[in-house]
């Protein structure tokens, strides 16, 4: 009985030790960064009422989310996202803002996963919304931000899809799919199943110009060319070549930050959240078959709590960025002075005042009584195994 309560429950881990200090160190110099573009912290609950992720707002489905009553019995939930709270926050708190209001923020997430998916449940995420603003600059300062927060983080090879979400709605309305077969499509895609794609499409009759533009879902990264072509075919569909228009743009103020290298189109991404309207990007590095960096734009979102304010956001998600870079072997330079003082029972006051002068020179200090028996090679051997660096010795 005893040894079954040392275990955490399914989907959930401890961090200790040094993984800890680095996950500190990771999250401390990413809201520096979020500071510097001028973005404020928030604290958010971490539950809040059901109906700030029901199916009508489009966030995660109701059966993945963790549910529990109050003592009036109104449905409470485990945040599953961040975006929807910070949203009803920028309602309840800048509500009579005409400007844009830009939030940061950083906490923990928990989605009800299925077992076999070997995902955690439990995730940290870090992040920011400008809300207020719905103009390409502002897509691109987001961009830019996700991009110096990878290499604030330390990452060097990354790659940032950027999609639009009115492409694949674009190309559905305009091919009249019913919604069977709409959903049949996405997951096609999602599954990156672009062949199963193109049997779907070659059995509707369909245009030459919308059978060209379906064929572009599965390109991974849209040239300056390709994405001219498009415009072209797209002539008669003004919802796909807004969606166009708008990644030309994009790459256009992208280049002023210089991170445009790091940016790819792809107008075949997708994505869960349905409260997307406007353009949806995702992060991806070696070591992480996961996203470590998703967001997107969100133009309606704020409607559904009183406040009509375009907005887009991102979330890093700390785990798997940090497993990322681990497995690139990418440090990650943590500070760590550490002293262990060990004395006598006659040496205590002194062990004290040497303690309160390292502590003043931003050392870490522990204080440890010698007990009889112990040798100083059992003292430096447990400093070993505490990450302590130098053993003081006071007797």
């Known amino acids: 009985m005893e040894r079954r309560l040392l275990h955490t429950p399914e989907g959930v881990r401890d961090i200790y030790n040094m993984e800890c200090a680095r996950k500190l160190v990771l999250q401390e110099n990413l809201h520096h960064l979020l500071k510097k573009y001028g973005y404020h912290a928030i604290e958010t609950p971490t539950f809040e009422f059901f109906d700030i992720f029901s199916r009508e707002i489009g966030t995660?489905?109701?059966?993945?989310?963790?549910?529990?009553?109050?003592?009036?019995?109104?449905?409470?939930?485990?945040?599953?996202?961040?975006?929807?709270?910070?949203?009803?926050?920028?309602?309840?708190?800048?509500?009579d803002e005409e400007f844009p209001v830009r939030l940061s923020y950083m906490g923990n997430?928990?989605?009800?996963?299925?077992?076999?998916?070997?995902?955690?449940?439990?995730?940290?995420?870090?992040?920011a919304e400008l809300s207020g603003d719905n103009s390409v600059a502002a897509d691109a300062e987001i961009l830019a931000l996700?991009?110096?927060?990878?290499?604030?983080?330390?990452?060097?090879?990354?790659?940032?899809?950027?999609?639009?979400?009115?492409?694949?709605?674009?190309?559905?309305?305009?091919?009249?799919?019913?919604?069977d077969i709409e959903q049949e499509l996405a997951e096609l895609i999602s599954n990156k199943n672009f062949l199963g794609v193109e049997e779907l499409?070659?059995?509707?009759?369909?245009?030459?110009?919308?059978?060209?533009?379906?064929?572009?879902?599965?390109?991974?990264?849209?040239?300056?060319?390709?994405?001219?072509?498009a415009k072209d075919l797209a002539g008669h569909y003004p919802v796909i070549?807004?969606?166009?228009?708008?990644?030309?743009?994009?790459?256009?103020?992208?280049?002023?930050?210089?991170?445009?290298?790091?940016?790819?189109?792809?107008p075949g991404m997708l994505s869960?959240?349905?409260?997307?309207?406007?353009?949806?990007?995702?992060?991806?590095?070696?070591?992480?078959?996961?996203?470590?960096?998703?967001?997107?734009?969100?133009?309606?979102?704020?409607?559904?709590?009183?406040?009509?304010?375009?907005?887009?956001?991102?979330a890093v998600v700390i785990d798997q960025l940090l497993a990322a870079l681990a497995r690139q072997k990418i440090e990650i330079p943590v500070e760590n002075?550490?002293?262990?003082?060990?004395?006598?029972?006659d040496k205590q006051q002194d062990a004290i005042k040497k303690a309160m002068f390292l502590r003043d020179q931003e050392n870490g200090v522990s204080l440890a009584a010698w007990q009889p028996g112990r040798t100083k090679e059992d003292y430096q051997n447990y400093a070993e195994r505490m990450q302590i660096q130098e053993v003081l010795f006071i007797s």
């Open 201 to 229: 499409i070659d059995s509707f009759h369909l245009s030459e110009e919308l059978k060209e533009l379906f064929s572009m879902l599965g390109t991974p990264c849209m040239t300056d060319e390709m994405i001219k072509r």
């Open 337 to 345: 002075s550490q002293v262990l003082i060990v004395f006598t029972e």
């Open 60 to 95: 995660t489905p109701s059966k993945d989310l963790y549910k529990f009553f109050d003592r009036e019995g109104n449905t409470l939930v485990l945040r599953p996202d961040m975006t929807p709270s910070v949203a009803r926050c920028v309602a309840k708190y800048y509500g």
């Open 272 to 314: 869960t959240y349905h409260y997307y309207t406007g353009i949806i990007f995702a992060g991806y590095t070696f070591g992480s078959g996961e996203p470590i960096v998703k967001g997107g734009r969100y133009d309606h979102l704020m409607d559904y709590f009183g406040k009509h304010a375009p907005s887009i956001g991102f």
């Open 146 to 179: 996700v991009v110096n927060a990878l290499k604030t983080a330390g990452l060097k090879e990354f790659q940032i899809g950027v999609g639009h979400v009115d492409f694949f709605r674009g190309l559905a309305d305009a091919a009249e799919l019913d919604e």
């Open 241 to 266: 070549l807004k969606a166009l228009e708008r990644f030309e743009e994009l790459m256009q103020v992208l280049s002023c930050y210089e991170v445009e290298k790091y940016i790819s189109i792809e």
């Open 109 to 127: 997430t928990f989605i009800n996963n299925n077992s076999y998916q070997g995902r955690l449940k439990e995730n940290t995420q870090l992040g």
